[in-house]
């Protein structure tokens, strides 16, 4: 250690400084951490394996690879509904057909009409041919109806499955991945992108399919007419898919850049917008400043979709020069070939017919073909996403943890986030028995929360053991093992459910409750009388967000919690800090019911709190520092040692102390 980094000595019985004295801050913010090289932000996640390599390919790679995107896409429909799948298939090949055959029977119209002989006599061979047309058309109109009809019961249904697999497996991932904001920003972009063109692409894969069939019957009546017209053909009609491929692609490319932006303005919005926040805000008066922030950077996603805008224009505009004169030249060719007599002037006439529907299936298939190929990006993201979220997920193996514990014992346990270098926890062994009541006690940041996420398997830890009854918990299914141990949080969740709903959700379930002991709970936690309190009691909606729903205090809302965790019923009730926000006499109500009344002897309780005089009757007592355990023992132990616990404890007794000699005067 050298001089500099000398703990300060303590003064007026004030704990000593632990690290370098904090210079002042800077008199002038920065304008944001998402200034400089936007890339930045989006460096991957070190499990990250998404590469974007799809945005780099070549028009020849983007027509070789739909092929395959038509296949995943089908899978996703094949998985979502069978039947409706097979049916799409069979109307769209249906529909393609009456597409060809009407186009045959158009130019058999215009052979009929340009043919020998006087006009009413052309006119009236044509007729039934005319008749044909409109038959095949009427057909065409009414598969192509029960395309959509059908893709309107896959498509939801694909989604709807998505989104369930994709919260399902984000719901679940191992807790130290949800730190990660990386992380975060790859969860944001697959949820409001890939979920989003998941729904669309079914469709748009429904179009490729009919423009491509729709190429194939014309390109089909072409060769009939004269080989060389298909040659013609890609002249007028690739220039602009090329142009709209690329743009397709630099679309993609920004939006990687500024998703990460994107979530950020969300949030600023949300800090606006929501009821929570709106308090604060206001008293702060911070919301010109949030404003200002937002503005901040929604001016700078607006610039970069201004670029792309521009950059997309010149690009269209290219193609189109391209292709105008690529349609220029198929038809001087055409007229070439009329006056060299390669063709009579009836079947030129159908040539013409046949080249404008072929030019439109073809710009129609280029067109949907760049959609396809950007949202498939998206869609492989998501999926590539939700391959990397199985891969973190926490174990599904190993026996289950028991029913019942007698003993856990942390041997030399460390933990450090990633991250992170220096470790939250250091070297960390205890031994915890059934029917105890131990309680950690430390500084803020010196470990006592990521200790008891360790113990509840939430986090696994770096090196050394948390040993169940003996049993390395490493070994043991993650999810079982939380089912046996119930948490109670400082900051609880406040789901936004009934008053009942918010207590039975420790055991899993929004809607179903074992009455006895939700009132049993719900009484030793001093939350009875909340509820009682509330218009429809159980069943009274705790959020302002919804009508009718009733919002409670931060005490209030601690009460239920540790109804919650006492709902559970679990072997080992961990409750960090659980009563900060309580009055006096409910939290010493909750100690008494927790920790003393209604102390069970099957039950290991471990208990963090700043106000030492409710750790007074624990067991054992735990002091935190740094990340170690710098001592333990009973409170009387612990005073007698004359040691950080001795001081901690005598300074907030002392506190009290002076308060009552101040009112006696
Ligand atoms: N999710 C996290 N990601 C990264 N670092 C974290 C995370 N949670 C806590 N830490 C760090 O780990 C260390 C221990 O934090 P921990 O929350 O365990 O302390 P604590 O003793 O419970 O503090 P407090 O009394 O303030 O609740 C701190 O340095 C903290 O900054």
């Excluded at 500099?4 to 400084?17: F, I, R, S, T, W």
Aim: glycine share 8%.
């Amino acid at each position: 250690m050298t001089a500099d980094e000398q703990p300060a000595p303590a003064a007026d019985g004030v704990p000593a400084q632990r690290s370098k004295p904090l210079g002042p801050p800077p008199a002038r913010l920065g304008s944001g951490p998402d200034d400089g090289d936007l890339t930045d932000e989006l460096k991957e996640a070190y499990w990250s394996v998404y590469d974007g390599a799809a945005a780099n390919a070549t028009l020849g790679e983007i027509l070789v690879r739909l092929p395959r995107i038509v296949r995943r896409v089908g899978e996703l429909a094949w998985r979502a509904d069978r039947r409706a799948t097979v049916a799409l298939v069979v109307l769209q090949l249906g529909s393609a057909a009456m597409s060809a055959f009407g186009l045959m029977a158009s130019v058999a119209v215009l052979h009929q009409l340009f043919g020998e002989g006087p006009t009413p006599d052309r006119v009236r061979a044509a007729v039934p041919q005319i008749l044909l047309v409109v038959a095949f058309l009427a057909a065409r109109a009414l598969l192509e109806a029960g395309v959509s009809l059908t893709q309107a019961h896959v498509t939801p249904k694909i989604r709807t499955a998505l989104e369930r697999e994709f919260l399902q497996l984000t719901a679940h991932v191992r807790l130290e991945v949800v730190d990660d904001a990386d992380w975060h920003d790859d969860a944001y972009r697959a949820h409001d992108r890939g979920l989003f063109y998941a729904r669309q692409i079914v469709g748009q894969v429904v179009a490729l399919a009919s423009a491509a069939l729709g190429i194939l019957g014309t390109a089909g009546v072409l060769a009939a007419l004269h080989p060389l017209l298909i040659a013609l053909l890609p002249l007028s009609v690739l220039p602009v898919g090329a142009a709209a491929i690329r743009s397709a692609r630099a679309r993609f490319h920004s939006f990687r850049r500024w998703n990460a932006l994107q979530r950020r303005v969300r949030l600023f919005s949300w800090l606006l917008l929501d009821r929570d926040s709106a308090a604060e805000l206001r008293s702060d008066t911070a919301q010109r400043a949030l404003l200002d922030e937002h503005h901040r950077i929604t001016a700078r996603i607006a610039e970069e979709d201004t670029r792309l805008g521009v950059h997309s224009a010149k690009l269209a505009l290219t193609g189109r020069a391209l292709g105008g004169v690529g349609t220029g030249v198929t038809y001087v060719v055409l007229a070439l070939m009329l006056v060299a007599g390669w063709m009579p002037l009836a079947a030129g006439a159908g040539a013409v017919l046949a080249i404008q529907a072929a030019q439109g299936s073809l710009t129609r298939f280029m067109d949907v073909a760049h959609l396809v190929y950007e949202h498939a990006m998206w869609v492989d993201d998501l999926l590539a996403f939700q391959e990397r979220c199985r891969s973190l997920q926490p174990r599904r193996h190993g026996s289950a943890a028991p029913g019942k514990v007698a003993e856990i014992e942390l041997r030399d346990v460390s933990y450090t986030y990633p991250g992170k270098e220096a470790p939250a926890l250091n070297g960390v062994s205890m031994t915890l028995r059934a029917g105890e009541t131990v309680a950690f006690v430390g500084v803020n940041g010196s470990g006592k929360s990521t200790c008891s996420k360790v113990i509840a398997g939430l986090y696994d830890p770096g090196s050394g053991a948390v040993c169940w009854d003996g049993a390395d918990t490493a070994g043991m299914d993650a999810e079982s093992l939380q089912n046996r141990v119930s948490m109670v949080l400082q900051d609880p969740l406040h789901y936004p459910f009934s008053a009942l709903a918010n207590i039975t959700a420790s055991r899993g379930t929004l809607t179903e409750a074992e009455p006895r002991q939700a009132l049993d709970a719900v009484t030793a936690s001093g939350a009875d009388q909340v509820i009682a309190q509330l218009p429809q009691k159980w069943r009274t909606l705790l959020s302002k967000r919804f009508k009718g729903g009733q919002e409670l205090s931060a005490g209030q809302w601690a009460k239920i919690a540790v109804a919650r965790g006492l709902y559970k019923d679990a072997p080992v009730l961990l409750l960090d800090e659980p009563t900060a926000s309580m009055d006096p006499k409910a939290e010493h109500a909750v100690y008494q019911a927790v920790l003393r009344n209604k102390r069970r002897a099957e039950r290991i309780t471990v208990l963090i709190s700043h106000r030492l005089a409710s750790v007074v009757e624990c067991d054992r007592i735990y002091v935190f520092d740094a990340g170690r355990i710098v001592e333990s023992g009973t409170h009387d132990e612990l005073m007698a040692r004359g040691g950080d616990y001795a001081e901690m404890f005598t300074l907030q007794a002392d506190a009290y102390q002076a308060g009552t000699g101040a009112a006696g005067h």
